[in-house]
């Protein structure tokens, strides 16, 4: 029988205790209670604790309770001390199990351990699931600020599911309906980006034509802006105005439009420190930042690596495949780093299917010799290209990893040799191997290839061997004797 979405959501609820803490300003008497939900010292007034002192950074340090004690992380210029501690330096962390004094500047802060409360926990959130505790505490606070207007901002590394949970976070709310608009910043040139996110109108500028702000396309909807660090100072300043106003004027637009749209906005860096190096606006940064979450790594997420392996076969189409991985595959699978978070497992895991599907669906998910092919492409900077070698790698050659691997070589260099014009300093560059590896493994065996025509830079080849034969020719040749 299946079970309502009201009573699949209490059944995945659970409680943890999470510590809390006091912190109070020992000049003013000012304090705040520090819980699960991170909160921040600072000079601007903007933080939590606002700290009227010249020698704190706009947003000095940030304090989050957690199961442990309480999380303090400094995001200063000149360094938090915890007086009878150690310092702390910038992007440096402690955990803090009992009381304590602190000076920030020259500001002293009173610490004190307040005991343990009672935390919610959500193993799912729509057709997300964890087991991981920090998982599961964003998914409840996720659940809360469903329909609610304010902005939400996601931190966290490439390929650790920002899009996904904003997506999520869309269909779970009154906006379903509506459009849901990704703005990858990191994939649009940075003197595009105001008028991609605002638009124009025809005329605005010579050979302009009329587009559409992001905004007023995803009226009613979700607007997902990744990597929201890389807008210019005035460009952050007209999201400020859609933010608070509601309204949006395109390039050469007479009157602004109105729209009601709901912000949620990513990044990998700390916004907090590009606010104190005077990158980003502080007044923007607290109105995109009223709700935040940091999203773990995946290497700190093991305990989801076979949950989110099934739910990434299913999504591929090929649930049946996890019976195909061995208990061997699933260990190691689970104890690989997966630098590329989320994303990169997703890509193995579809290489695997590519091959498993060749195989007649018969044998193991071979996920060893697809991460083998990935690795190969890891410096290809577009996803949609180094999917494409991947894929021609795995399809030209069965599951013997030395063919696979020589195969994926080929076809790197055969891209270098044509996005550089065949220069072997460039190509090394690239794909990070000397000149001499590029030489020896791509345009001796091009040139070398009876069945082959000559490569497109034939005269840089030939030059490269002679070079090379006159290098390995010894200085003083000795006279050979006349038999």
């Known amino acids: 029988m299946k079970r309502t979405s009201d009573e699949r959501t209490a059944s995945d609820e659970r409680s943890v205790k999470i510590q809390r803490a006091l912190l109070e300003c020992a000049e003013t008497g000012e304090r705040i209670v520090i819980g699960d939900v991170p909160r921040f010292v600072g000079r601007d007034d903007m933080n939590n604790l606002c700290v009227d002192d010249p020698k704190v950074t706009k947003v000095h340090c940030g304090l989050t309770g957690t199961n442990h004690g309480v999380l303090l992380s400094d995001r200063s210029k000149n360094g ?13 962390y402690v955990l803090l199990r009992r009381d304590a004094t602190i000076r920030v500047g020259d500001t002293v802060l009173k610490f004190s351990m307040r005991g343990p409360a009672e935390q919610s926990l959500a193993r799912t959130f729509g057709p997300l699931e964890s087991v991981t505790m920090e998982m599961q505490r964003i998914f409840v606070h996720l659940r809360e600020q469903v329909d609610k207007p304010a902005p939400i901002h996601l931190t966290g ?8 949970l904003a997506e999520t976070l ?10 849901f608009v990704v703005v990858d910043c990191k994939t649009i040139p940075h003197d595009q980006l105001d008028a991609e996110l605002f638009g124009h109108e025809a005329g605005a500028f010579p050979g302009a034509k009329k587009k559409e702000s992001v905004f007023a396309v995803a009226d ?11 807008l210019s100072l005035e460009a952050q300043v007209r999201l400020l105005r859609v933010v608070e106003e509601k309204e949006v004027r395109s390039w050469g637009q007479a009157r602004a439009r109105k729209v009601d749209v709901r912000i949620v906005t990513g990044n990998r860096q700390d916004l907090a420190r590009l606010v104190n190096e005077d990158v980003f606006h502080a ?9 935040r979450f940091q999203l773990p790594l995946l290497r700190e997420r093991r305990h989801d690596i076979e949950l ?9 189409g090929q649930p049946k495949a996890f019976g195909a991985l061995s208990t061997d595959t699933l260990d190691w699978m689970k104890k690989h780093d997966w630098r590329g978070n989320i994303q990169q497992l997703r890509d193995v895991l579809s290489g695997a299917v590519d091959l498993w599907m060749r195989a007649a669906q018969s044998g193991r998910l071979d996920v060893e010799t697809a991460f083998a092919v990935h690795r190969e ?17 795995l399809t030209r050659h069965g599951t013997k990893l030395r063919d696979v691997h020589r195969e994926a070589t080929r076809l790197v260099y055969e ?7 065949g220069n072997i300093a460039a190509m090394a560059r690239r794909a990070g191997v000397s000149r001499h590896h590029v030489y020896k493994h791509y345009f001796n065996k091009q040139s070398d290839a009876a069945t082959e025509s000559p490569p497109a830079s034939s005269d840089r080849v030939r030059r490269a061997k002679a070079a090379s034969k006159v290098r390995s020719a010894p200085a003083n040749p000795k006279k050979t004797r006349r038999a």
């Open 80 to 92: 938090t001390l915890i007086i009878g501690g150690e310092v702390l330096i910038t992007g440096q």
């Open 157 to 164: 590394e490439a390929g650790t599911g920002k899009r996904h």
């Open 170 to 179: 869309h269909q779970a709310s009154k906006r379903a309906g509506k459009p």
């Open 220 to 230: 009613g909807g979700t607007v997902f802006i990744n990597e929201v660090e890389r």
């Open 283 to 291: 007044d923007v940064y607290a109105r995109l930042c009223q709700v």
């Open 308 to 316: 989110l392996t099934r739910q990434i076969l299913t999504t591929l």
């Open 377 to 393: 492409f890891d410096h290809v900077r577009s996803e949609a290209a180094r999917q494409d070698l991947v894929s021609q790698a």
């Open 415 to 421: 891209m270098l040799a044509r996005e550089t014009g």
